[in-house]
């Protein structure tokens, strides 16, 4: 495994201390240290470590607290807790928490379950982004699809020739095959686009001219 940047947030400072030891004895670097919730998110915002080893009961701002703000930060946090009650667990749980370690913490523990939790955080970021890109290219399948179906109306093609008119477009104008067909749909847009205006127009001019003129006062 890599060596990881990790932020650690505990409020004892032995607990700390010896969490340190370990992290550094392993290889990994600890960017930064602290002993509440406040500070670490502070310095997760200056720091972008890789990732945070959290005390659950910490003052000013808990561990499950701050690990919610690191989710939103894309840092994955691992909990220390002397604690194992499932109302702790269910908190923890619904703020995405990558890992758990129970006091008192053993090197084999600490390095197995922030190996662990680094990688299913690796994991999930790279199923995020495979969604994501999934989801631009259905979006831009349907751009396609639809500039396809408006030249085969408009040009009575079949919609090989259509997909093959909309290559040569984009070539010529040295865009990519998606901005064409992007291009394609929004011109077939604007006429409908300027009837609803006129239409609109129309109507507020038809609304004024049927209300009585102001009267005045003689």
Not at 3 to 24: F, G, H, P, V
Request: include cysteine; glycine fraction near 4%; charge should be neutral.
């Amino acid at each position: 495994m890599k060596s990881l940047s990790i932020l650690i947030a505990e409020d004892e400072a032995l607990t700390r201390s010896d969490i340190k030891t370990m992290l550094e004895h392993a290889g990994h670097v600890v960017c930064g240290e602290c002993s509440n919730g406040r500070a670490a998110v502070e310095l997760a915002r200056q720091l972008s470590p890789d990732l945070a080893v959290l005390d659950i009961m910490m003052p000013e701002l808990d561990g499950i607290e701050t690990a919610k703000i690191l989710y939103g930060l894309n840092i994955p946090a691992v909990m220390v807790t002397a604690y194992s009650q499932p109302n702790i667990m269910n908190r923890a749980e619904n703020v995405h928490v990558s890992g758990y370690l129970v006091k008192p913490v053993s090197e084999q523990n600490l390095l197995a379950t922030v190996r662990i939790a680094y990688a299913r955080w690796r994991d999930m970021q790279h199923m995020r982004r495979e969604l994501a890109e999934s989801r631009i290219q259905l979006e831009q399948q349907k751009i396609i699809a639809r500039a396809k179906t408006i030249i085969v109306g408009r040009d009575f093609l079949s919609e090989q020739a259509a997909h093959q008119q909309i290559i040569r477009e984009a070539m010529t104008l040295r865009i990519s095959l998606v901005e064409m067909a992007r291009r394609i749909v929004e011109a077939a847009q604007e006429p409908s686009r300027v009837a609803a205006a006129k239409k609109s127009d129309t109507a507020a001019k038809k609304s004024r001219s049927s209300q009585p003129p102001d009267r005045i006062e003689g």
